[in-house]
């Protein structure tokens, strides 16, 4: 009865002429503010996110309320059908639940802040905006209803809220420069397909080396022979060979795609900056390498390969299965290390990489059984089994105990701690190699070696190349740039003498007193790394901004700036011609207590220096991946599109002068 009461109401209003106070609201208040913004997930999936602000006391009643009550908040997404998809329904943020004594049903409704995303796929590449049109019901005393238009740059990645439909729907669905667009495209495709494929090639080489221990390279010839003689025929045994080596890949598919299920595909990449995570795989390294220098074996628990093996002894496929399953488990204590630095360096990656990486290493392990079951006279061509295998290991342990002081570095680099700078880094590196190469010559051994009675020449012509890496890290404790292992080793700056050999630092040097709040950064640019005074600083002096989201502890920030930036026709603009901001997204000092606050993009609390420029980042250029340069005005206008990791000098170069361009016209 109370909602026909409401509707008799307002059909009263409406014959008096009072329903004029509606028509005079919808003119005068704007109970919502929209925002718009993207995150680019990637190559081809985005996430469109609307943001309200809803004055206090109105509410915008949700997509999923009760349909006997107030309208529901609809979206009509325009060409969702020829040029992209939508993955599930459109997800709201929180929502309240409230009972209607006009329409006598529960509903759904946002108060205060409403939150829409919806992601998307993209089937046609030629797309460059994506428009929808948001109607909704906002009440208080009255209702009002509301319709809003949005557009959606999936190449700057912003949001924009058109408040005129003619507007709206002129608006153009071509950029102003589509082929510069496109281009842009295929760049990020083609990185992240690059990105990719030396995951495969390192997981594949890893899987070769893993071949080469004394747990899985004599199991070669026994497993062939297995096949080809406990088999009806030859052709019989070729094919359960085959299906060993298959099996063998999945298992180790499998596993990487457990790792990436369970921790998705970016939580390991936000663990690369941990302090703990760094110092915990440093620990790890290190106890493989003394394993694999003979101390001690690392196994899996003997149950569990009697189990598999009882399996293994019921024939068929599931018995190859199983065996093949053996063959991981008895493997454990040489492939366990090589996997696990494996799956940690792809899994940092996120996406497809551990899955990838699994795929490269198990291929590389069961190519050779499928080659031999189908050509068993390889065999004959393999070397025989002997202390050559040892040897494979224990040069594995110096590359692992090598690779463990990388993420020691990286903990000390996130807290600034100064106890690994880059001589000391190097010195151990110096140390760590010295020991390979004496090894390899046979002047090292360990208690499993076997009698070395002469060096074979492919252990001189390893022991040679060692060599010459070591004599060639030599000079990088004197400041040689070591462009061979750029993103390995600290970076120049991050030295006991970071101005170089002889230098004594202090408020004056060859460039002049340092401005205000800036320091040196790499090649002794002038750097800062506050925005603020950044921004402060380039309006003093009337030059653009090239604004660098960088880490600590990012392989390759410092790739870029030893490789890129020190060649001369780059360094020469850095010098001259802009200003460098250089914020660290994994810095970890503590911001004041009066400067933290809670993400409204994220929704986390900001706490630390990091935090706060990772959370500029996103909020501002929607994407989180560094290397990002951006190229600002002094209002903080963006002069050209932003880019990410750009190995190639001149294209970065071109970068740098379309941006120095716009910003002199």
Not at 362 to 380: H, K, R, V
Not at 478 to 491: D, Q, R
Request: negative net charge.
């Amino acid at each position: 009865m109370i909602k026909y009461g409401f509707l008799l109401v307002m059909f009263f209003f409406s014959l008096t002429g009072n329903a004029q106070i509606f028509t005079d609201l919808e003119k005068t208040q704007n109970p919502v503010e929209w925002e718009a913004s993207v995150n680019k997930l990637d190559s081809s999936r985005f996430q469109l996110i609307i943001d309200g602000a809803i004055d206090t006391d109105w509410h915008v009643y949700s997509q999923f309320t009760d349909t006997n009550g107030s309208l529901p908040l609809e979206l009509e997404f325009l060409g969702s059908e020829s040029s992209y998809t939508l993955e599930g329904p459109t997800e709201e943020g929180e929502t309240f639940t409230a009972y209607s004594e006009v329409f006598e049903v529960e509903e759904t409704f946002f108060k205060d802040q409403a939150r829409l995303s919806q992601t998307i796929s993209v089937t046609d590449s030629n797309i460059n905006f994506v428009k929808l049109i948001l109607k909704y019901q906002v009440c208080k005393e009255v209702c009002i209803n509301e319709e809003k238009y949005f557009v959606f740059n999936l190449h700057t990645l912003e949001g924009e809220v058109i408040k005129d439909y003619n507007e709206f729907e002129n608006f153009s669905t071509e950029l102003e420069n589509p082929k510069q667009s496109q281009t842009a495209i295929e760049d990020f495709e083609d990185e992240e397909k690059q990105d990719l494929l030396t995951i495969f090639l390192l997981a594949f080489a890893s899987g070769f080396l893993a071949l080469l221990t004394p747990c899985v390279f004599p199991m070669i010839p026994m497993t062939v022979s297995f096949f080809t003689k406990q088999s009806k025929n030859a052709a019989v045994g070729r094919r359960n060979a085959l299906l060993y080596g298959l099996f063998i890949v999945i298992i180790y598919v499998l596993l990487g795609t457990l790792v990436t299920a369970i921790f998705g595909a970016d939580a390991l990449n936000a663990l690369s900056t941990n302090v703990w995570f760094n110092i915990i795989f440093f620990v790890l390294l290190v106890i493989f390498a003394i394993s694999f220098f003979g101390a001690f074996e690392i196994m899996l628990p003997n149950s569990w390969a009697n189990a598999v093996d009882r399996k293994a002894d019921r024939g068929g496929v599931i018995g190859i299965f199983f065996m093949a399953l053996a063959l991981a488990i008895v493997s454990f204590s040489c492939t366990g290390p090589i996997v696990g630095t494996l799956l940690v360096q792809a899994a940092s990656e996120g996406g497809l990489a551990p899955i990838l990486g699994m795929l490269g290493f198990s291929l590389a392990i069961a190519i050779p059984f499928a080659l031999f079951a189908l050509f068993p006279g390889l065999m004959n061509s393999l070397p025989k089994s002997g202390g050559w295998l040892n040897s494979v290991k224990v040069v594995l342990g110096f590359l692992e105990l090598a690779l463990a002081f990388k993420f020691l570095s990286n903990a000390d680099l996130v807290l600034q701690a100064h106890l690994l700078e880059r001589e000391v880094f190097l010195a151990i590196w110096i140390a760590i190699f010295s020991g390979l190469t004496l090894y390899l010559f046979g002047k090292i051994r360990l208690s499993h070696d076997s009698p070395l009675a002469h060096i074979s020449s492919g252990r001189v012509l390893l022991g040679l190349t060692v060599l010459a890496f070591t004599i060639y890290l030599i000079p990088g404790l004197w400041g040689a740039p070591l462009k061979l292992i750029t993103g390995f080793p600290p970076p120049m700056n991050y030295s006991e003498s970071p101005y170089g050999v002889g230098y004594m630092k202090g408020g004056q040097n060859e460039l002049g007193e340092l401005p205000e709040d800036s320091e040196l950064g790499p090649y002794q640019l002038i750097t800062f790394t506050d925005y603020d005074a950044g921004m402060a600083y380039a309006k003093a002096v009337n030059k653009p901004v090239l604004l660098d989201f960088t880490g600590k502890a990012c392989v390759n920030c410092r790739k870029m700036e030893e490789r890129v930036w020190g060649e001369p026709q780059i360094l020469g603009k850095l010098q001259n011609d802009v200003v460098l901001i250089s914020l660290f997204v994994d810095l970890k000092e503590d911001l004041p207590k009066n400067e933290q606050y809670v993400s409204e993009t994220t929704g986390k609390r900001v706490k630390t220096v990091g935090n706060k420029w990772s959370d500029f980042q996103i909020t501002e250029y929607q994407i989180n991946a560094q290397p990002y340069y951006v190229l600002l005005n002094t209002q903080g206008d963006v002069l050209n599109t932003p880019i990410g990791y750009t190995p190639d000098v001149s294209e970065f170069e071109a970068w740098l002068k379309e941006g120095i361009s716009a910003y002199t016209r």
